[in-house]
């Protein structure tokens, strides 16, 4: 009786049990496509479980009642749904992708970084150390890139069928007049800036934003590295250069040195060159950076460097002897003022004197001082998820004078531009970048207004799309501003780029047609500069980088094809300057043995067109070998243009061939770390 008893009393409790749980079941989906492994679950319960292959799930639940059903996937927002338990079965649920927040865009577009910076990421200062012909030198790691074109004479940065001097340099967002070094003609010069100095190296081929003026073609964003946390000391050595380096932390702030002396002497002994030194190339120069954290959101960094450089030569009867000296300070502030506003302000000055004796003839001399004050000033602000905006004033103040023969000058005049930034999402995957700079000249008394406007697609992290248009100006050269009796406009370009990029974990593949049309460039005109000249410039820029082939081997390749024509300067008609090469092509290998690494680079460039012809193309094979010694010390070895051609770089108005001082450059140096750093921190101060 007890037994019958007991087997009842379980059986309506089985029985009770049964009827109080309720089955809860659907389908979840994008709206197109069922989504696999989305978690559904009763919030405050244990109850629930993941999606089919078909987005399908089925469970069941004891709770009555009013409950809530969450879903969540990876990349998608949250699902909820409130509602009687009684109604939750065969739901059709339908997930929205999560929409990125503005402060997350990183637009890619037009732009290649080296090192700890949030864009597009390639090289960091090792390998522009480690890069084939670079020999640690930001500027020629930079032209292994796509868009950049090989002037072999001097060595400078020229974008997209631009000059030179349309290329601005920035240092913790403060123009630097002179970035680079000085040397005879048709010896390249280097950049004065070593990478590890700087913890992110943004280099814009064009698109930027309002921030950047007083660039046509391309800028260069370099943001030095933070406050240092310990106490740093490194020497390095090699046949033409020695470098000592320290840096001393405090609680709240760290002060580094840096000096560096470069000489050619020992080199020219044991390697012959073509030219006839009188005086071997020399440089002595002196770095020093103080940064303080007030607070985690406030620091203040302050950078000051020094160069002389001197430098002898003989030609045909005279003995061409060069001096310069260059200086260049800042001192930047950001910090958050609340309610979620940054500020920015910065100072800079730039100073760069430059002596020739027999310059042109014998007994001549060339004296020029340039100068430049920057004041800069920015508020930004993120308003929401979809909204992000900046807004800055600066002001250029410029003076230059030029002493030769019976040409002289004395110039001076200041630059006002403000600009507004706003950066919008229009959709969860759109996203638009409107700017607008305006800028003031004081010597033409004229407003420059600049509308530029980015519009990016960026369906996942591995896709991206881009837009760009753009109106840059820049002021003409010192020397054409005052033959003109300050009567010459700005210079002009309007930018037009597509931007298409692929980018997984091994390899990354970007491909951008671009078109610049250029106005009011200086055209020499019955002893004077007028701004008349005009140009253009359309091309195609490929980039692709892999990592898969085979282990530990990177394989790089940038191919470049140019076609620009313009109408300035002394040219008499329209047609190709002759800094531009229509087609540019770099492969590099680098393999990675563990403390050994190679590398093997080859770079192509077609001809120049020059008044009296066409030069050969150009054709370098470079190599280099890292050794890590141990965590303290590297020995770096590279060989420039191993196989040894003779490359022509141009001809001059006798028709003689422009060549470099040697065709092969050999390069062996040690980096020696004296404290608990890496050796390639030495001047990480």
């Keep these: 009786m007890k037994q019958r008893l007991i087997i009842s009393i379980l059986m309506l409790m089985a029985t009770c049990h049964l009827t109080a749980q ?14 696999a492994c989305a978690n559904v679950f009763i919030i405050g319960t244990i109850d629930g479980c993941l999606t089919d292959s078909l987005g399908r799930f089925d469970f069941t639940t004891t709770r009555q009642g009013e409950l809530t059903i969450k879903v969540t996937f990876i990349g998608f927002e949250n699902y909820l749904l409130t509602t009687d338990v009684s109604k939750m079965n065969d739901l059709k649920i339908i997930m929205h992708e999560q929409a990125t927040s503005i402060n997350e865009v990183v637009v890619t577009a037009s732009t290649f970084n080296f090192g700890k910076s949030d864009n597009f990421k390639t090289m960091d200062a090792l390998d522009v150390v480690m890069s084939g012909n670079s020999c640690g030198d930001v500027v020629a790691a930079l032209q292994t890139l796509p868009g950049t074109q090989k002037v072999g004479e001097d060595g400078k940065l020229y974008v997209r069928g631009g000059e030179s001097e349309e290329c601005q340099t920035f240092v913790n967002g403060m123009h630097v007049l002179v970035p680079y070094s000085t040397n005879v003609q048709n010896n390249a010069v280097r950049g004065r800036f070593s990478p590890f100095l700087f913890k992110g190296i943004n280099f814009s081929l064009g698109g930027y934003s309002g921030e950047y003026g007083q660039a046509l073609s391309s800028v260069l964003p370099m943001e030095t590295t933070d406050m240092a946390t310990s106490d740093k000391m490194g020497i390095s ?38 030219m006839d030194f009188t005086r071997p190339y020399r ?36 003995s061409l002897s060069l001096k310069e000296h260059n200086f260049y300070a800042n ?46 000033t920015e508020l930004r602000k993120v308003f929401s998820p979809v909204l992000k905006m900046s807004a800055g004033i600066e002001d250029y103040i410029r003076n230059s004078s030029k002493r030769y023969e019976a040409n002289e000058y004395n110039l001076d005049y200041n630059l006002m531009a403000a600009h507004i930034d706003a950066q919008v999402r229009l959709m969860p995957r759109l996203f638009l970048n409107l700017s607008t700079r305006t800028e003031h000249v004081s010597y033409i008394d004229k407003l420059q207004l600049m509308p530029r406007a980015t519009l990016s697609y960026i369906p996942n992290k591995h896709f991206q799309l881009s837009a760009m248009y753009g109106r840059y100006s820049q002021t003409a050269q010192d020397d054409y501003i005052a033959i003109s009796q300050k009567q010459l406009e700005q210079c002009t370009a309007n930018h037009c780029i597509v931007s298409m990029q692929y980018q997984t974990e091994n390899t990354v593949l970007r491909i951008e047609p671009y078109y610049k049309k250029y106005k009011n460039l200086p055209l020499y005109n019955t002893n004077t500069y007028t701004a008349d000249g005009y140009g253009s410039s359309k091309g195609l820029d490929v980039f692709l980088e892999n990592n898969s082939l085979i282990k530990r081997l990177t394989t790089i ?9 313009r109408y300035y300067l002394d040219y008499t008609r329209l047609c190709t300057p002759d800094y531009a090469s229509r087609h540019n092509l770099r492969v590099s290998l680098k393999y990675n043995f563990g ?48 196989l040894g051609r003779t490359n022509i770089h141009g001809y001059d108005t006798q028709g003689k061939s422009v060549l470099s001082s040697r065709d092969r450059f ?5 980096f020696v770390s004296l404290k608990n750093n890496k050796a390639y921190d030495i001047s990480n101060f």
């Design 666 to 670: 050999f390069y062996i140096g040690i």
């Design 331 to 376: 001192v930047t502030y950001k910090t958050n003022i609340g309610r979620g506003y940054s500020l920015f302000t910065g100072i800079a000055n730039s100073t760069v004197l430059n002596d020739i004796d027999d310059a042109q003839i014998v007994g001549d001399h060339y004296h020029n001082r340039r100068n430049e004050i920057h004041l800069k």
């Design 283 to 318: 440089k002595l120069s002196g770095e020093a950076q103080y940064k303080k954290e007030f607070s985690q959101n406030s620091i203040l960094k302050s950078y000051v460097g020094y160069d002389l450089t001197s430098v002898g030569q003989h030609i045909d009867n005279r």
């Design 595 to 642: 403390k050994v690494i190679l590398g093997l680079s080859d770079s192509y460039a077609s001809g120049r067109e020059f008044p009296m012809g066409k030069t050969p193309h150009y054709n370098s094979v470079d190599a280099n070998v890292t050794f890590l010694v141990s965590p303290k010390v590297i020995v770096y070895t590279s060989l420039n243009n191993m």
């Design 22 to 35: 309720t089955r809860i079941s659907g389908i979840v989906s994008d709206g197109r496509e069922p989504l």
């Design 237 to 274: 050595a090699s046949l033409v250069d020695w470098n000592i380096g320290g840096t001393k932390a405090f609680q709240n702030s760290s002060l580094g040195f840096n000096v560096d002396y470069t000489s050619m002497g020992l080199y020219d002994k044991l390697f012959t060159q073509r």
């Design 557 to 565: 390749l940038s191919y470049s094809f140019n076609d620009s024509e």
